[in-house]
């Protein structure tokens, strides 16, 4: 009985560990491909950065942003979403919903958790530029279908882009846009330790 015991509890830690592992390997996948459609844009006008942690307001003491656009024509903020399958949701909802044949599973609405990730960017660029708003998408690399509802705000990789590039009206000089990714870069949370801490905290959030 023991032995059983000890087996299932081996089976059921590499099982986690694997889940892990793969759920890193999709993301890490996502935001890259996503990084490499972002590079393609001019760069004399837009700027991209990529994996950025700033402070929170939120529910742990930092957040991590996958994508800021920062242009001559707005400043952007992309959280990008590696599920395959049909997405179905709506803006308003709490939750969406990923189906793949009969398998369904609720994930946390992306538009809320953007709306953190743009807080702490206003927060970050408020005694500078106390008028800027940043404007949120949410990019599905990945998915065979979205059924998203009252918003233009989500789409594919494409789709993303081709938004972001639809503004074309000059907001920002150079000089301002320059400054504005100077103090991103600054506030950037690049300490190891404080961003291991971020993902602990990110688990525990994941498996309350």
């Not at 308003?92 to 953190?116: C, D, E, G, M, S």
Request: with cysteine.
């Amino acid at each position: 009985m023991l032995y059983l015991i000890i087996i299932l509890a081996i089976g059921w830690y590499v099982t986690y560990i694997v889940k892990q592992k793969y759920s890193f390997f999709k993301g890490y996948v996502g935001e890259n491909f996503v990084s490499d459609m972002l590079i393609n844009i001019d760069p004399t006008r837009y700027k991209v950065l990529n994996n950025l942690m700033l402070p929170s307001f939120g529910k742990t003491t930092t957040t991590q942003i996958d994508h800021v656009v920062i242009s001559n024509f707005g400043i952007f903020c992309i959280e990008t979403k590696s599920y395959s399958g049909w997405i179905f949701g709506k803006a308003q909802q709490t939750y969406w919903t990923q189906v793949i044949y009969r398998y369904k599973k609720r994930f946390y609405n992306p538009l809320r958790q953007n709306f953190a990730h743009i807080r702490a960017i206003e927060a970050v660029l408020e005694s500078t530029f106390p008028q800027i708003k940043v404007l949120g998408f949410i990019a599905f690399p990945s998915a065979d279908k979205l059924e998203i509802t009252g918003t233009d705000a989500v789409g594919d990789t494409a789709d993303v882009v081709g938004k972001i590039k639809a503004y074309t009206l000059p907001i920002l000089s150079d000089t301002d846009r320059d400054n504005i990714v100077a103090l991103l870069k600054r506030a950037d949370i690049t300490d190891k330790s404080l961003r291991k801490q971020h993902n602990t905290q990110v688990r525990r959030l994941r498996a309350n």
